[in-house]
T-cell receptor, first 118, second 114 residues
Framework: AQKVTQAQTEISVVEKEDVTLDCVYE???????LFWYKQPPSGELVFLIR??????QNEISGRYSWNFQKSTSSFNFTITASQVVDSAVYFC??????FGAGSYQLTFGKGTKLSVIP | DSGVTQTPKHLITATGQRVTLRCSPR?????VYWYQQSLDQGLQFLIH???????AKGNILERFSAQQFPDLHSELNLSSLELGDSALYFC?????????????FGPGTRLLVL
């Protein structure tokens, strides 16, 4: 069965600090997809990134970067120069490659609550 | 704005009652997924519909049911409500197809059972 672990329940940083959110996953499949979502205090879930298991290149998008390492089953998320607007709960999620019924439901970690202090 | 709409935003009801949550997917998306977010269980997958057909069930109680209509909107029906059903219910949509595309989530319906 697939599983996602976000060991950090809460993190507090001072504005402009860098912060890394950890995500470790378990899956039996060789084809799978990893995601990060952000849930700000308003409650909606905002899609940030999708990565498939065959693409281990790190990705950078502005102040956000993602480090995918299959050898350690990790997909970590770094925010550089954090801002107060980054305060949110961040979820890592996993979807396995293919089901007979063609369904790709997400298995979420418990989330990491990030507080950025001005 | 993800393009996914959910109504109502908030719902307060009593134990034993029945409610219906509604979701309209993004234009062009054929898949609708329902998730429940609660403090103790976190975010859990409930059910997936693709182009009107049920594709997969997750941790969905027998008291809960869903359907997807020809216009692709979906409804989640919760009956014989219990206090523990209080949660944030999300629907998400994706294009659907052969790979796991990103799922875009609606704003959620916050259900409070008193």
């Amino acid at each position: 069965a697939q599983k996602v672990t976000q060991a950090q329940t809460e993190i507090s940083v001072v504005e402009k600090e860098d912060v890394t959110l950890d995500c470790v996953y378990e899956t039996r499949d060789t084809t799978y997809y990893l995601f990060w979502y952000k849930q700000p205090p308003s409650g909606e879930l905002v899609f940030l990134i999708r990565r498939n298991s065959f693409d281990e290149q790190n990705e950078i998008s502005g102040r956000y970067s993602w480090n995918f390492q299959k050898s350690t089953s990790s997909f970590n998320f770094t925010i550089t120069a954090s801002q107060v607007v980054d305060s949110a709960v961040y979820f890592c999620a996993l979807s396995e490659g293919f089901f007979g019924a063609g369904s790709y439901q997400l298995t979420f970690g418990k989330g990491t609550k990030l507080s950025v202090i001005p | 704005d993800s393009g996914v709409t959910q109504t109502p935003k908030h719902l307060i009801t009593a134990t034993g009652q029945r409610v219906t949550l509604r979701c309209s997917p993004r234009s062009g998306d054929l898949s609708v997924y329902w998730y429940q977010q609660s403090l103790d269980q976190g975010l859990q997958f409930l059910i997936h519909y693709y182009n009107g057909e049920e594709r997969a069930k997750g941790n969905i109680l027998e008291r809960f049911s869903a359907q997807q209509f020809p216009d692709l909107h979906s409804e989640l029906n919760l009956s014989s409500l219990e206090l523990g059903d209080s949660a944030l219910y999300f629907c998400a949509s994706s294009v659907g197809g052969g790979t796991s595309e990103a799922q875009y989530f609606g704003p959620g319906t916050r259900l409070l059972v008193l």
